[in-house]
């Protein structure tokens, strides 16, 4: 009897011994991930570290605040340019994400502004993104006005996959029984690629219009690729006035036809795209 008590006794030192020198903690299992993200972002991401999540804390709060979202999950707001170090301690494990913040260099113009009839209007919007930083998405806020600067219209619209380079149309149609003057466009936040990571894959596909009926996009590779292509209608005198966008996802070597019906009134259409490989990370 006195011996089962001595043996039991040195399992459990033993098993005190092993905890303190042999059992690794949170940090010695911890997993890296890089994000890249914009000044204005906000991110809700959840940690597939299994169990919950236990604390959040950011190196520098003034570039990336984080907290708790849920049991699983935190919310990371990116305040301005910069790095910043965010580690995650849940109960199996810790993840780490080393955030690269940049400020969107998304430019916004307005193309042309049309009286399209009587007091409808067409504003049309350029924008580009000159950075070498694919945007997943992008806001643009609008203000439209007449000659004393009264607002007739501000609102926002929401672009996808702005690669490096890329360019995008958009327009907007008001009624006015004023004449419209001028109107105003920026950019007002962006996400990247938090989930996937994304390259320009725009020579990977093509995109042709037939006629007003149709539009053909082809793949010319295997793999997992939106493109987004915007169908840019002039008039007589060059002003665009009107755009129809259209997305098609591939995930394999092809081509689909989608049916189109484009107004009449256009004379003349271009094509304008872009396209996205994406990966998971």
């Not at 992008?138 to 007449?146: E, M, R, T």
């Not at 501000?154 to 619209?157: D, G, K, L």
């Given at each position: 009897m006195k011996l089962r008590r001595i043996m039991g006794s040195m399992v459990m030192v033993l098993a005190l011994v092993a905890g303190l020198v042999g059992v690794k903690g949170p940090d010695a299992e911890a997993k890296t991930k890089s994000m890249t993200t914009f000044v204005g972002e906000v991110d809700n991401i959840t940690i597939f570290m299994g169990g919950a999540v236990k604390s959040v804390k950011s190196s520098k709060k003034s570039v990336v605040k984080v907290k708790k979202n849920g049991t699983y999950g935190i919310t990371a707001t990116s305040k301005k340019a910069g790095k910043a170090k965010v580690t995650v301690r849940c109960a199996r494990g810790t993840m780490i994400y080393n955030f690269t913040v940049k400020k969107a260099k998304l430019t916004c113009k307005v193309k042309n502004i049309t009286q399209t009839s009587g007091n409808l209007y067409t504003v049309a919007f350029e924008i580009s993104n000159p950075s070498s930083v694919p945007m997943e998405k992008?806001?643009?806020?609008?203000?439209?006005?007449?000659?004393s600067g009264t607002p007739i219209k501000?609102?926002?619209?929401v672009l996808n996959h702005m690669i490096k380079g890329s360019k995008a149309y958009y327009t907007v149609t008001v009624f006015s029984q004023t004449p419209v003057n001028y109107a105003v466009a920026k950019c007002a936040g962006a996400c990247g690629y938090c989930d996937y990571k994304g390259t320009n894959a725009k020579k990977k596909v093509s995109v042709k219009l037939n006629g007003t009926k149709s539009v053909t996009f082809k793949c010319k590779k295997?793999?997992?690729?939106?493109?987004?292509?915007?169908?840019v209608g002039y008039d007589d005198n060059g002003n665009i006035i009107e755009v129809t966008t259209l997305s098609n996802y591939f995930y394999k070597k092809g081509k689909e036809t989608r049916s189109v019906f484009l107004s009449d009134k256009v004379k003349k259409w271009k094509v304008c795209y872009r396209a996205v490989q994406k990966k998971k990370r």
């Open positions: 992008a806001q643009v806020n609008y203000g439209i006005y007449d000659a501000e609102n926002n619209f295997k793999a997992t690729i939106e493109c987004v292509a915007d169908l």
